[in-house]
Nanobody
Framework: QVQLVESGGGLVQAGDSLRLSCTAR????????MGWFRQAPGKEREYVAR????????YYADFVGRRFTISRDNAKNTMYLQMNNLKPEDTAIYYC???????????????WGPGTQVTVSS
């Protein structure tokens, strides 16, 4: 297992921005594919974005549009999710995760952080 911790969540208004961070305590951090997921109350966990090992390939869920940007800094063992123009429907607990597969399927991610709460008011 890989130890992961998210940070950067909070309470914001619609249209505001947040940057989430995910820090791993893992010597071989750069070997892992990583992704962001979210889960709203009463809903299934939902894929948000994923990034390749060196950060050269990124993919996003359809709902993201051009609002979110996933990135990583392997020298800092950290992955980021920059979220702009937040909407109330973005309210959820956001999780980072690692995988050996470049996939949007949560079942293929082996380690998860505890999550960070994002709340967007109207």
């Amino acid at each position: 297992q890989v130890q992961l911790v998210e940070s950067g969540g909070g309470l914001v208004q619609a249209g505001d921005s947040l940057r989430l961070s995910c820090t791993a305590r893992e010597r071989t951090f750069r070997n892992y594919l990583m992704g962001w997921f979210r889960q709203a109350p009463g809903k299934e966990r939902e894929y948000v974005a994923r990034i390749s090992r060196e950060g050269r390939m990124t993919y996003y869920a359809d709902f993201v549009g051009r609002r979110f940007t996933i990135s990583r800094d392997n020298a800092k063992n950290t992955m980021y999710l920059q979220m702009n123009n937040l909407k109330p429907e973005d309210t959820a607990i956001y999780y980072c995760a690692v995988s050996d597969h470049f996939s949007d399927d949560a079942a293929l991610y082996s380690s998860w952080g505890p999550g960070t709460q994002v709340t967007v008011s109207s």
